[in-house]
């Protein structure tokens, strides 16, 4: 039996070497494939030269496989792009044409070049005989660990098109949410900007004139308390802007290096999650994108702990990936799910008690995804609760600010225009 050597992906993009003994390098191949890996290069050990899979074969020299990947994706995929990829794919599938030919069809409609060069390489590798969660493993940038778990998923049960749909489904839901949290946070955005700008505006152009017509007509006199606040901001800001944009700026910058440790990411995170207003909004939508996945992976045939790393992977908040991690250990040790979920003290007791009852039931995936479709409606409902609380809000705190310096403007006008007349 010989021995060969392999570079091999895994199904996070990853590089990996090996051995592997086997008659063949057909079968070495497919021993690396039966580990969860896609193999890029098999070599067979014990020769000085290497040469071409056929050639070497002829020669007598050592055998070398090597099997093309696509270079690194530079066009980014947005999420939306992807959702509507994988809605026709799962379309074209339930319909009952053949995975290659949907890939081609496909393939020829695909305008964003990084999918155009996924949907060819796929077709190849599919053409080739890869399997299609194979195929999706040469593209890590553009398809992510749940998208190809659910699909080996789909692949071994044989329902590969149902797969597809819930995948499309769970895509499409996933979106809206991250709209509808877009969309909340686009005015408060554009109005804190809006009154930034004329802040500014009124600091470093209109209170110094009128500085000026202060100092000509009150000939030394002190001015009201207030005035004199609002003149020394303004003459801060006129003198120092440029170092305070630096120091905001050294502020965000030491956020972002702070945030790519772990401790600096799991502070800010937590952070995030007790927010006032947008907290609460931050937590339903993490834990709405949770018990999606997780439901959507078991109810397509991931195992439980390979469905929670997923889940850990791509939770986006390093809070709730911790407690999810912690949910795997005790699964992993035998427990149940629903006890480290409220040991975690990160979710709400309705979830716990429906991963109670699901487990109870035997329905878990389906407890878990009715679950999300509850956070979703809350979603929707901190939305609209947090637009009409943001509106008046701004608006006051805008008011008060023009109020407090067209205030402090005028008193000292007022003292002017009554000299003036006597």
């Known amino acids: 039996m010989a021995k060969f050597r392999y570079v091999a992906m895994d199904a996070k993009g990853s590089e990996v070497q090996g051995t592997i003994e086997a008659p063949s390098q057909s079968e070495a191949v497919a021993a690396v494939r039966a580990r969860g890996l896609f193999p890029t290069k ?11 899979g056929a050639a070497a074969a002829g020669g007598g020299s050592g055998l070398s496989m090597e099997i093309k990947m696509p270079k690194l994706l530079q066009a980014r995929v947005k999420p939306k792009q992807l959702m509507v ?27 964003h070049p990084a999918l155009r060069e996924a949907l060819n390489g796929m077709g190849e590798a599919v053409e080739g ?18 998208f190809i778990s659910m699909v080996r998923a789909g692949e071994a049960g044989g329902v590969l098109d149902v797969v597809l749909e819930r995948l499309a489904e769970f895509m499409e839901k ?18 804190l900007v809006a009154a930034m700008g004329i802040l ?29 606040f609002v003149i020394g901001v303004s003459s801060f800001v006129k003198s120092h802007g440029l170092l305070l944009i630096i120091i905001i700026g050294a502020i965000v910058v030491v956020n972002k290096l702070v945030g790519k440790t772990t401790s600096g990411r799991t502070f800010n995170d937590k952070m995030r999650l007790k927010m006032p207003l947008f907290g609460q909004l931050f937590s339903k939508v993490a834990i709405a ?14 195992p439980v702990l390979q469905a929670l790393n997923i889940v850990r992977d791509t939770a986006g908040n ?8 912690t949910v795997h250990d005790a699964v992993k040790e035998g427990d149940s799910m629903a006890i480290p979920f409220e040991q975690t003290g990160v979710f709400p007791g309705m979830v716990v008690s429906m991963v109670d009852v699901g487990e109870e039931t035997g329905a878990l995936p389906e407890m878990l995804v009715k679950v999300a479709d509850n956070y979703d409606d809350e979603v929707d409902t901190a939305v609209e609760g947090l637009t009409s609380i943001i509106e008046p809000i701004m608006i006051i705190v805008l008011a008060v600010i023009i109020g407090v310096i067209v205030i402090a403007m005028f008193v000292p006008l007022i003292s002017i225009i009554g000299s003036m007349s006597a």
Do not use: H
């Open 200 to 228: 500014i505006f009124l600091l470093t152009n209109v209170i110094p004139k009128f500085e000026e017509i202060f100092n000509d007509l009150l000939e030394g006199k002190a001015l009201p308390a207030l005035t004199q």
């Open 289 to 302: 994108r949770l018990t999606r996945t997780l439901g959507t992976l078991m109810s397509s045939g991931v």
């Open 129 to 146: 005989g890869s399997t299609f969660s194979e195929a999706l493993g040469q593209y890590p940038k553009v398809f992510d660990p749940l």
């Open 42 to 52: 098999v070599t067979q050990m014990g020769s000085g030269k290497s040469g071409g």
């Open 85 to 111: 990829l994988t809605r026709q794919l799962a379309t074209l599938v339930d319909a009952g044409l053949p995975l290659l030919r949907g890939l081609r069809i496909l393939l020829k409609q695909e305008k």
């Open 174 to 191: 996933a979106e809206k949410i991250k709209n509808k949290v877009k969309s909340a946070m686009v005015y408060p955005i554009v109005v």
């Open 318 to 325: 390093a809070v709730i990936a911790g407690a999810v991690q």
